[in-house]
T-cell receptor, first 111, second 112 residues
């Protein structure tokens, strides 16, 4: 089956820890995206990558980092510099921008 | 700057029609999209419309586009309890480099 997978579904972080959220796609899409969603709110763009080995900051990149070493994978690290990381994180991919397809999400909670 | 705007909440009775409205920012946007998000899940692409169309129908879904007013609507006929979700509209503004801009979402509640 083609699609986008995210893992884990739930993640708990202690204050001061870095954690990495996984996003993998087998749709052969060039572009991948990370969004943050807070309760009752819309999506905010964290980072995006339009091609392997290249990525750009979105609207709320501070406290986050990404890598794009493979076309299929776009992991997001939430660093200790992100002061309020509790949120629902969504990964998406597309061929060249435009229509995006989303993964099931990871819910991150800071303990 | 301008935002893609949606009303926050809509409540309908099962079997009625639902109309979810969206005002977008750029009259030059090429494609406009509707996504559905069920609780605790990712976004599911429902339908989209190209900017040279006024209407698109897909089973129970009808999308209407008014480019002059930059208004997009999604009509769900015979609304079911399984339609309860958050609905997001999204556009690709002309100078956005193919990046989607999302509205804040409309929460649809369907009462039995």
């Amino acid at each position: 089956d083609g699609g986008i997978t995210q893992s884990p579904k739930y993640l708990f972080r202690k204050e001061g820890q870095n954690v990495t959220l996984s996003c993998e796609q087998n749709l052969n899409h060039d572009a991948m995206y990370w969004y943050r969603q807070d309760p009752g709110q819309g999506l905010r763009l964290i980072y995006y990558s339009q091609i392997v080995n290249d990525f750009q900051k979105g609207d709320i990149a501070e406290g986050y980092s990404v890598s794009r070493e493979k076309k299929e994978s776009f992991p997001l690290t939430v660093t200790s510099a992100q002061k309020n990381p509790t949120a629902f994180y969504l990964c998406a991919s597309s061929w060249d921008g435009g229509m995006q397809f989303f993964g099931p999400g990871t819910r991150l909670t800071v303990l | 700057g301008e935002d893609v705007e949606q009303s926050l909440f809509l409540s309908v009775r099962e079997g009625d029609s639902s109309v979810i409205n969206c005002t977008y920012t750029d009259s030059s946007s090429t494609y406009l999209y509707w996504y559905k998000q069920e609780p605790g899940a990712g976004l599911q692409l429902l339908t989209y419309i190209f900017s040279n169309m006024d209407m698109k129908q897909d089973q129970r879904l009808t999308v209407l586009l008014n480019k002059k007013d930059k208004h997009l609507s999604l009509r769900i006929a015979d609304t079911q309890t399984g339609d309860s979700a958050i609905y997001f509209c999204a556009e690709i503004p002309y100078n956005a480099g193919n990046m989607l801009t999302f509205g804040g979402g409309t929460r649809l509640m369907v009462k039995p």
